[in-house]
């Protein structure tokens, strides 16, 4: 069947966009990602280290014909940075995606919907492609789309929290009311995180802590791309409903009857 | 001689010079980077037409690992 | 990896049992067990139709080199009505394998601790390899073990029910007691639920309805196959812990200063 | 002839009636069943060896779909 | 003890706020809210029925030396609505209280965190109380006590569902983040449901609909009075912790032992 | 309303039962429990201390014209020592009430169902009036009513673990199919976790850790006591449905329109 | 003769009129109301001064139960 | 001179000796107790009756604080 994910018009066979932060080392971000199968990966924009100009650049263990790079504003805390960072990125990337993130405050990671809408608007209308990382709000989800974000991408739970999707009904409302695709971002800790997201109906997750810091993260790679693929399946076959009460799922009827 | 501030950090260097120069004076030879100049981002094909005078900031960035 | 479910000293690699209960076709029941790539599937015993003799038996639409039969004493009310089914069912399939269900009230099709514990004494006495259906009762599970039973078949919640694991505290302490493969029953709907149960170290899943009465049998019988195959994957990846507060999966450090 | 029960049925027949005979008489072929004289598993084995007398009871069964 | 809950420098005894919408008849309003114990009421603003000039007035069923009234912007889909209305409920009521509702979409009948902010800043710029209704956001439940809000209002779940507080984990960090008071308001259905809010350390609570439209208001009143004092009262009492494991109630030593 | 807790034919007005292990003091033990309000106590049988005579017994703290006083079998693993303890407490208390606590394993303090189920038989045979604490079977609940036990005691969640009422589904069952009163036993910490199992329609729960060890143990024994007059209320009360979608507590129409 | 726009619906009036007379002879005797004249919110204290001309609109208001 | 196990622990006695005696001898005054004699519990009205002989085992309780 053809299922592709469609973000600005490019289509992906993947639904697991991953990290890249947080590995132990290049070699098991590499062999992870290249498990987990994911075809869009985030990068963050910081300061070239002047001391140390040798570092090889992450750029440089992917072969870019294979991946569509998505930079993030990670660690802007208002509208004013997120932009000033997006034009940044588009420089070091050569790409117009960008993936918005405005944290105000350290603590709980929790991105700011004000500061959030006014970076994407702006950033919209200088032609970026972007996919606002949000608290699962369905009203500001819904007015990011009208301003022309590329995806909503609504938070399970927080950042590296590992609780898993904590705001599924919020969720649900997001993507019934979306004509974009809806990426759950943040907090995912397992792959059958991943499935209920995506048995929800949603387009696609977004993975980074849980298979980095995973004690084997390229078996954890490969257990999300199974998850992702397990939940888009059951989305597309049609689940059971819930009851209150159980049905056999042996006949009731022709039981033998034991001597009396 | 000029005083920049280079990724929040204040650098001698000679000057007024050049920006594609200075960079490469400084070492830096990778092109997946990004340059801002007093809080203004220049684009790859603009950073030959900067030049650097005393007191100017600059940002130098590269992708790093994120989420 | 060598990762393979052992019962009764029987290898199998795939951690999916699957039901032949309420399918609206034996095409699709067939088609979608193929799906699920499952080894183990469950048949009821019923009295045969003297009015339909022609009827085709289940059994032949299976090669039986491939799977292994468990017959179920389903509709059993007491401990003698299922082990008068389970010697008839040794007859029927030739197989001393038994999923032992003592099920008194049909409304909430929940099992009796008591009399399941008597059928399987009874039959694991006679030699059988005893697989209880159980309510998710940790002290019981261990007695279980403890007169020889094969595995013990927690429930996530009543048969049918479609309402997922709702037991998985209880299933974590059966689970960390267990010397036994734990094999969590009834009341899956999703691949997630599956996967949350391998995750927490639970051997196997069994299936039936939500494969069953899916829209689309075999494609949700493929994707509990994945399911399982990533909370398998994730248990043996080691997952992350669970945290209060976030952490940044960014690096905090070298953000670049808009100009001020 | 003899009354027999079967599968909670009444049902008549020529008797006393070998069981195996029966089987065959009321047309069952199949062979993945198992049958129950008066609450008795009967093995495939010794099914020729039982005589049904009026009054007997029997359980005939086969698998079917279940979870 | 005195613990009083200080709203504007005003002290109530009460942490239970009540609606006056959706009661059956005015006398089930009055009877309820006097079971409650309430002493804030909120209203809403509405036109005036000109073909049924001679309609008792609300206000004329409440003596208003016990109560405060709290009249609502509940219909506002925008900034400009809600401080409009806000206005003319300042001639009606003669307070300068006011909830701020701004819910653009009726289905979910969830809060705009922009339009909402917006509206709370023109309001307490020209000296309103202003107690915002909000979506469970800490990042703009933050922001809203940084322009001068008297407390924050941030939802359970929504209005009218009967869903109870979905949202605890982030109303948790809104209470600890939090110098003016919070109050959980819509979704409440039983007082478990307060109890569970003032039990976390919110202020107070806000309810509705569960008292109006409940069999007997009167009786859920009272309930919901007491259910509002527990929780505070365990608040202050200092919970235990929870645990993974049991924790004998009684001794584990000195059981008698039994002939052996 | 007369609305009184009648258990073997006793009535009480008070659905709070508390138990007396654990506390501090006996002054704080003495101080809480008249705060709770309750009317039956439980207290455990264990050997005098032949090298501490002195000690005042706990039995005279209390005004047993104004409790009823509950023996436990705690610390009973088999049915045998839980029938001796009976018949100690018997002597000892001079009340042939006794609360069955069968646990074989220390570690999650969970219940046998078979044992308990024996020695209810045995004690109710012997003319006992027995509540039998039990995990949340439905099943054993029924059969434990079947035999003549005077209430049935499931679980919440494992004794001492603080975690609340994790068994409310199975718990609803239980009453649906009760005919004796339904207590809801172990795990309770706060009073929202005493009004769900009220508001479930269970008819009373036990008390012990969550009161004995509060910072205040005076106070959260009123908070209780408020939290189960609050949640008996409230079922009494029938409260709202739960709905998908939320619904306006404000009129729709009406509302004043800015100018345009 | 005026036509005005009353809570969004057409009125005829004698006019030009006086607000607070206006309100006096549709038969608003309650005080707990608010009015809106062509949007602007009314205070009580300046309801006489206002007068109501040709085309203008009002929103009258008051409390009603709400939550 | 007899030995008992009383609470698990062996005790020295004069005896044979009747229990009720017993139990004041060794300073139990409180009356809220019960006592097994060898694994039966004696009802307060025959403790009198029994009689304690060497090797017999008792268990003396109390109620104590428990949930």
Redesign the interface.
Known sequence: MDDKLVIADKEFDSRLMV?????RSNEE?VESIEASGAEII?????????DN?EEK????YFNWDEYT?L??T???KTA??AV??A???????GSDWVKVEVI???????????GT?DACKRLVDEGFVVLPYI?A????A??LEEIGCATVMPLG???????GV?TL?EIR?IIR?STVPVVVD?GL?????A??AL?AGADAV?V???I??????A??G??????V???R??Y????????????????????????S | MITLTVNGKPREAEGPVNLKRYLVDIGITQTAIAVAHNGTVIPRTEIESVTLEDGDSLEIVRAVGGG
């Open positions: 990290g890249t932060g947080r590995h971000m985030t990068v963050a924009i910081r300061r070239l280290d002047l100009l650049n992450i750029l440089d790079i930079p993030n990670a660690g802007c004013d940075e000033f960072t034009h940044l990125a588009r420089e070091v990337t105000p405050y350290p603590e709980y990671l929790l991105p700011d919907p004000r809408y608290h709000d369905p009203v500001l819904k007015h739970s927080a950042i590296g929290s590992g609780q904590q009904d409302i009311q943040a800790a397992v792959p059958s995180d499935s209920v048995e977004l980074n802590t849980a980095a810091q995973a004690e084997d993260p078996g954890m490969e257990a999300f791309k199974l998850g693929q397990a939940g399946m059951a597309n076959a049609g689940r059971i409903a819930r009851r209150a009460t159980g049905v056999p799922s042996s006949p009731a009827e022709g039981v033998a009857a034991t001597a």
